[in-house]
C-alpha cells in the first residue's frame, strides 16, 4: 500500500498569511494526487485533482504543485473561510489513501 | 445539481449488519465509479471500497474485504454497501463518493455522510 505522509498536523496562522502544506507518498505516483477541505460538521470537498488541476469553483488562491513523491498545497491570503483540515490522497493504485490532514487554525 | 445523499446509517450490536444506500442525481450515474470513504469519530479519512461505472471492476480496503460487499443498480442511479460481521472500529460516518472520469482515481462529489455506530 501507498503511505501518503503529510506536513504538518496543524498549523496557525492570521487573515493574510500564506501556508504551504506538504504531501508525501511511500512511491511514485505521478501526479495523481487530490487535496480536499473538510469543515467542522461537513463532507471533505475536492480542491485539487490531479496535483495542480483547481476544481471548478475553487478560489484561486489555492494552488497545488508536485510530481512522483512530493506534492504541495499552497493557500496565499487566508480568508476566514479556510481556516479547516485539508487531506492529501493518493489516486495512482488501491487501496486509495489519504494523508493524515493538516488543520489549519487561526492564530 | 450534482446530489449524492446517503441513507441507511443506525446503531448496531458487534456482528450485526447493516446496509448503507447512496441515491444520485443530477448527473448521468451510469458514467462514473463510485466509492464509500469513512471517517471515525474525530479521525482521518479512510477510503473504504470502489465500484466502477459498470460494476466489473471492485475494490476493498484490507480492513473490510469479505465483510463488506459495494453493489450499484445503474437502472435506479444508486449504490450500496452491504456490511456485514460488524465491529467496533466500523464505528464512523459513511460518505458516498464520485469519481471524476479520468484514468486514475479522484473523489469529487460527497454526499453529507450516514452514522454507523457499532455498540452493544
Known amino acids: 500500500d501507498i503511505q501518503m505522509t503529510q506536513s504538518p498536523s496543524s498549523v496557525s496562522a492570521s487573515v493574510g498569511d500564506s501556508v504551504t502544506i506538504t504531501c508525501r507518498a511511500s512511491?511514485?505516483?505521478?501526479?495523481?494526487l487530490g487535496w480536499y477541505q473538510q469543515k467542522p460538521g461537513q463532507a471533505p470537498k475536492l480542491l485539487i485533482f490531479?496535483?495542480?488541476n483547481l476544481q471548478s469553483g475553487v478560489p484561486s488562491r489555492f494552488s497545488g504543485s508536485g510530481s512522483g513523491p512530493d506534492f504541495t498545497l499552497t493557500i496565499n491570503s487566508l480568508q476566514p473561510e479556510d481556516f479547516a483540515t485539508y487531506y492529501c490522497?493518493?489516486?495512482?493504485?488501491?487501496?486509495?489513501?489519504f494523508g493524515g490532514g493538516t488543520k489549519v487554525e487561526i492564530k | 445539481e450534482v446530489q449524492l445523499v446517503e441513507s441507511g446509517g443506525d446503531l448496531v450490536q458487534p456482528g450485526g449488519s447493516l446496509r448503507l444506500s447512496c441515491a444520485a442525481s443530477?448527473?448521468?450515474?451510469?458514467?462514473?465509479?463510485m466509492n464509500w470513504v469513512r471517517q471515525a469519530p474525530g479521525k482521518g479519512l479512510e477510503w473504504v471500497a470502489f465500484?466502477?461505472?459498470?460494476?466489473?471492476?471492485?475494490y476493498y480496503a484490507d480492513s473490510v474485504r469479505g465483510r463488506f460487499t459495494i453493489s450499484r443498480d445503474n437502472a435506479r442511479d444508486s449504490f450500496s454497501l452491504q456490511m456485514n460481521s460488524l465491529r467496533d472500529e466500523d464505528t464512523a460516518m459513511y460518505y458516498c463518493?464520485?469519481?471524476?472520469?479520468?484514468?486514475?482515481?479522484?473523489?469529487?462529489?460527497w454526499g453529507q455522510g450516514t452514522m454507523i455506530t457499532v455498540s452493544s
Open positions: 490522497q493518493q489516486g495512482n493504485s488501491f487501496p486509495l489513501t
Open positions: 512511491q511514485s505516483i505521478s501526479s495523481w
Open positions: 490531479p496535483a495542480s
Open positions: 443530477g448527473f448521468t450515474f451510469s458514467s462514473f465509479s
Open positions: 465500484i466502477s461505472d459498470s460494476g466489473n471492476s471492485i
Open positions: 463518493v464520485r469519481s471524476p472520469r479520468m484514468s486514475r482515481v479522484g473523489l469529487d462529489i
